[in-house]
């Protein structure tokens, strides 16, 4: 994410909204303290309190025969790696710090100090191919943007909702769901739409968290086809371990609940105020004047962005190679220095030390040992509520696809001694693993950021963040109220 100037810096958007971006720009607070990150802030904290205490003493609450038996506990290894990511998430709300750079910090220094790991180690799980598609499809669709091919787009969306604005975040979930449903992993969908998607937000006065959030749902909703990749993956690894899962169900509850939480959205934005954003005209047209025609340039990148859904689309080719080939192929036409700029470093940053640092406490056992408590519960509707948040919580830093093909064996043991559905309670694991994907610290969130305006990507950021917790909160529970308790799958 670029830097915003100081004008920016000394004047926020929103007084409600203040704090640290996520390239690590500090906004101070032109009134009272913000309330609502304080109570933001010590929900979160409460929540995790009372999820870690489930699962070190509901075991012998509900289960004392089991605890007795066999006590699965954390190891020091294991509980310091925790605390530094708690310290962390802390240090980086309250000072204008990066977390993606205290999370590389962080990796180096419990891997090679208390791990005993070599730099290629640490950097083992490094997610070459996520960093490679923020930047790839940042740098090209910075171009698109600047020389006006992505206004024209806008416009021409505009043109043909004839007025009716609301409707377009259901025009985009619908399309994002169809290109999911077709076989695009969710990143890719993403990555396509948002820059279409945030810029028609800005058009219409729509919040672009809310475009963002119905661009992600909408991904995710076709994300589990029978022809997808990740609906495929979940239904081999449910059928290896033994316990078969309908296609079409898994198909069918993903797309259902992602509609429900993208009504759900609706709602909360009206009923906060802001389905409408009054600042969308403060950044409206920042980086382009009104186009008429198109010309020469703008055509050619449009003839671009065409051949990119076709590689991406139709011959399932990486979407940040075939991006940044886009972008060699434009930066022909026009000087090309003034558009690195546009790659989104910070994010990129964001990203890539999250998910190194995550990948570190996956690998020290510390997800594992978590679901491990989880079973020790005894209550088989309990242990699934608890392994869909710590899936979900999980998912929204670390990357899904890992998270399930962890987490569906783990499921084995409890299909096997209860009576709960295969296919509800793999369904609600695989939802809630990916509906927390609006996380800025997920590629699916991160894209969103990362496409919003120059000036406002530190509005962006922090909203949907804000957004983002509500969803970890709230999305697990609903899903598994609605999946497991109920049997309909």
Same mark, same amino acid.
């Given at each position: 994410m670029t830097n915003i100037s100081e004008k920016t810096a000394e004047q926020p958007t929103d007084q409600t909204d203040v704090g640290t971006a996520p390239?690590?720009?500090?906004?101070?607070?032109?009134?009272?303290?913000?309330?609502?990150?304080r109570v933001l802030l010590m929900t979160v904290a409460a929540v995790t309190i009372m999820g870690l205490a489930a699962l070190l003493f509901g075991g012998v609450l509900f289960n004392p025969a089991a605890a007795s038996g066999s006590e699965q506990t954390m190891t020091a290894t294991q509980i310091i790696p925790l605390v530094i990511l708690v310290v962390m998430f802390v240090v980086a709300t309250k000072w204008p710090l990066n977390i993606g750079v205290m999370g590389l910090v962080a990796s180096f220094g419990v891997g090679y100090f208390m791990l005993g790991m070599s730099d290629k180690e640490i950097l083992e799980d490094f997610p070459a191919s996520i960093v490679l598609t923020i930047i790839g499809v940042t740098y090209f669709f910075s171009m698109a943007q600047r020389n006006g091919s992505i206004d024209i787009i806008v416009q021409t969306c505009v043109r043909l909702v004839r007025g009716k604005t609301m409707l377009l975040p259901w025009v985009f979930f619908l399309l994002a769901a169809a290109l999911t449903a077709l076989g695009t992993f969710s990143p890719a969908a993403v990555a396509l739409l948002a820059p279409a998607a945030l810029g028609l937000a800005y058009e219409s006065r729509i919040h672009p968290v809310l475009m963002g959030a119905f661009v992600i749902n909408g991904a995710h909703a076709g994300g589990f086809s029978p022809l997808s990749v990740a609906g495929v993956l979940v239904h081999d690894i449910a059928l290896k371990n033994g316990f078969p899962i309908s296609q079409g169900g898994l198909f069918t509850a993903s797309f259902a609940l992602n509609f429900i939480l993208s009504a759900l959205t609706i709602v909360l934005f009206a009923l906060l105020g802001k389905l409408r954003d009054k600042h969308a005209n403060e950044y409206a047209g920042l980086d382009t004047p009104r186009t008429g025609r198109p010309g020469g340039q703008q055509i050619f990148t449009l003839v671009l962005i065409a051949a990119i859904l076709v590689c991406t689309l139709g011959f399932h080719l990486p979407i940040g190679f075939v991006a940044l080939s886009a972008g060699l192929l434009l930066a022909f036409v026009k000087e090309h220095k003034t558009f690195i700029g546009g790659v989104s470093w910070s994010?990129?940053?964001?990203?890539?030390?999250?998910?190194?640092?995550?990948?570190?406490?996956q690998h020290v056992g510390v997800i594992d040992t978590l679901a491990e408590m989880a079973l020790a519960l005894g209550a088989p509707l309990l242990i699934a509520l608890v392994l869909c948040y710590v899936i979900g919580v999980g998912?929204?830093?670390?990357?899904?696809?890992?998270?399930?093909?962890?987490?569906?064996?783990?499921?084995?043991?409890? *299909?096997?001694?209860?009576?709960?559905?295969?296919?509800?309670?793999?369904? +609600? @694991? #695989?939802? =809630?693993?990916? &509906?927390?994907?609006?996380?800025?610290?997920?590629?699916?969130?991160?894209?969103?950021?990362?496409?919003?305006?120059?000036?406002?990507?530190?509005?962006?950021?922090?909203? *949907?963040?804000?957004?983002?917790?509500?969803?970890?909160?709230?999305?697990? +529970? @609903? #899903?598994? =109220?609605?999946? &497991?308790?109920?049997?309909?799958?």
């Open positions: 390239g690590g720009t500090r906004i101070e607070p032109s009134g009272r303290p913000d309330r609502r990150r994010t990129v940053l964001l990203v890539a030390g999250m998910i190194t640092y995550v990948s570190l406490l998912s929204a830093f670390a990357s899904s696809t890992a998270l399930l093909t962890a987490f569906i064996p783990m499921a084995g043991p409890l *299909l096997a001694t209860s009576s709960l559905s295969a296919s509800g309670t793999v369904a +609600a @694991l #695989a939802i =809630a693993a990916t &509906v927390v994907d609006v996380s800025p610290f997920s590629t699916d969130g991160a894209l969103v950021v990362a496409n919003a305006r120059d000036n406002d990507r530190q509005r962006v950021y922090r909203q *949907l963040m804000m957004y983002a917790g509500g969803v970890v909160l709230v999305a697990p +529970a @609903l #899903a598994w =109220a609605l999946l &497991v308790p109920t049997g309909v799958m």
